[in-house]
Each structure stands twice: as C-alpha cells, then as structure tokens.
C-alpha cells in the first residue's frame, strides 16, 4: 500500500522531471549584436530574454523558484501558488503552475499593464489588483494563508533559488556565447534591479570564476536600490561619487517606481550590494527615451527596464572610449515591447505620467554622433 508520504513525493518527482523537461525542449536565448561605430573599438550584445515562452528575463527565475519550492517539499499537488509581482514573474509563473496543474493567484498593482493580466490569464492565472505596490507583500502572505497555499516571495528567494556557480543559469550562458567574439570576457555587464535576484546571480558568478568584469546595475527614480548601494559603501545616498555621471539619487520613498518590473521602495532581501561595483540611477524618461532609440537602431522592440539598461550602458562605453579601451559590454534585453503599447509606447500615457523623452533622445544622438556622454 502506497502511503501518503510516498504518493507525495511521486508527484513532486513527476513535478520536477516536467518542470526540467521544459527546459530541455527550450533552447537558449539569442545574444545579439548590436551595431556601433568601429572607432570606438566596442562591442555591445544584448541578450533577448523576451524568447522565452513566457516572453521575459523572469521564465528563467519562475522555474528556479518552483524547482525550489518542490525540493523544499513547500509545493504539493493541489497547492495555491501565490506571488506578489509587478507583472512578468506572474506571467511566467502562471505558466509553470498550469504546467503541473496548479491554481495560481497574482497579486499586483492596479498600475500594471493590460497586456501583462491578459498573459496572466492566458496562462490560467488569476489576479488580484491592490491599490499600492508597497500593498503586493502582506496581500500575497495573507491569501497565501488563506487558500493553504504556497506564497513564492521572489523578493526573499530569488537570489537563493538560483545556482550562482553555473548549471544553466544567465551568467553562464552569457559566457558560453561569448566564447568565440574577440572580446569573450567582457568589461561590464549591465543589468537593472527588481527582486536583485539577476545581480545577486551574476555578481557571484563573476567572482566564483574569477572573470576581469565588473558589473553596473541600473535604478529607475523612486527606488531604494540605488540609496542602499551607496549607504552600504559608506556613501550618503545623493552624495557624488568621484568619476561618475552627477546625477541625483531617487528618493527611495514609498512612490512606485514608473518602470514595470525594475525598482522597489524597499531593499529587497535577495539584492545583494556587495558583488555590484557600481550602480547608475537613471531618469524614468530616460529609460523610455533609450527604449525608443534601440527600436530604430536596431529594430529591436524592447519595453522599458531595457531602456533603463541602455542609458547606463551608453554612459559605461562612452567611459571606455574617453578611456581608450577597447572591449565588450553585455546587458539584457528583458522583454519585449508589445506588452506596452498601450502605456509605454503611447503619447498620450507617457504625457499623462509627465514622461518626456525627448531630451534624452537629444543625449543619446549626440553620443552617438561623438562617442562622449554629454555633460
């Protein structure tokens, strides 16, 4: 006779061989080129996490944190699964619970876009809209408990849920695809902060296997990343650092940042300050005014956390060219922009936001035309 122990960890075996099986049917994501002028002596890749199935850098961590919670035996058969999200993780986790037959609940902000609820829906999700971001934790922990659920908590697991040293993870494809451009090892890598899981990941990476990179992490207005940063550096948050851009730093308060899926009002518990060697705050308009610009130059149609990448990214090459280094530089390509056409890609939102690009499209012209970052 089968007990209930052994009928339990048979479906959480079968759980894990589908959720790997996913992975195997899935072949990586696409490292692009991105053109630049040969004088400069630079190579720009963007890696296109918006090819996974569930269009987003956030497929790879959905799967780390259900392969997590099944080894730590918190998801059975049956289990609620519950997340707090600014949007993408939902999606992607929506999709790995229908994958193994189970509910799902999104808790988000009334701000988050249309076409990301339709996802979520698609994927047999539901969601559960709350008035505030700061609201997404205590409403997911509460429904959690509600339902005898399982709440996922990627701001407390995605730094854990990941395995920094290798085995598939971000910064180890990076690397592999690397291999063979002439510059392999490149001299920053570029990512934003949302749980701090991504940074977290490939911080320790690059030390682990002792690579001469550094990596930058970018910050949208009204995050407390930046701030922490710099108060764990020993650095007042708003005080200049010497041989950076000047540029003031977000308030840090309980304003939601304007840039789905990057930016929180609080310290995350899985963002880890010490494997980042420098952080970029960056104008909120800026973000949208460099996610328009790649869509021309490349014809790449991003949303805006890659918008956010790109404008530290042209601030760290135009450092290299006043430098004269020559080199490689990655950052990543999020997601894709059709899951913001109706805000990010609308005039008449960014207008009813106070979001004006167009200066900063002003800025990015005039790097490109002189390879220098204008003051």
Known sequence: MITAREQDRAWADEAIRRVNAE??????????????????????????????RTGSLKHRLARSLFLFGLVNG???????????SSGSTAVSEAYFARLLGLPFIAVMAQTTSREKIALIEQFGGSCLLVDHASEVYEAAAELAQRTNGHYMDQF????????????????????????????????WIVVGAGTGGTSATIGRYLRYHRHNTELAVVDPENSAFYPGWLESRGTPAGTP?????????PAGDCQPSRIEGIGRARLEPSFVPAVIDHM????????????????????????????????????????????GHRGSVVSLMCDGGDRYAG?????EWLRSQGLDPEPHEVTIREFFASGAWPS
């Open 280 to 323: 970029i705050p960056v104008p909120d308009a800026a973000s949208v005014a460099a996610m328009r610009h790649l869509l021309v130059h490349t014809g790449l149609h991003a949303g805006p956390s890659t918008g956010t990448n790109l404008w530290g990214v042209w601030q760290l090459i135009a450092g290299m060219i006043a430098q």
């Open 241 to 249: 650092v010497p041989g950076r851009a000047a540029l003031a730093a």
């Open 23 to 52: 992975n195997n049917r899935s072949a990586d994501t696409h490292l692009y080129s991105v053109p630049l002028p040969e004088q400069w002596g630079v190579r720009l890749y963007l890696k296109d996490e918006s090819t996974h």
């Open 156 to 187: 407390t697991y995605a730094e854990r849920a990941t395995d920094w040293r290798g085995n598939n993870n971000i910064a180890e494809s990076i690397f592999d695809q690397l291999a063979l451009e002439e510059h392999p090892v490149p001299r």
């Open 343 to 347: 805000n990010y890609y609308s005039p």
């Open 74 to 84: 918190w998801i059975c058969e049956g289990t609620t699964i519950v997340e707090a």
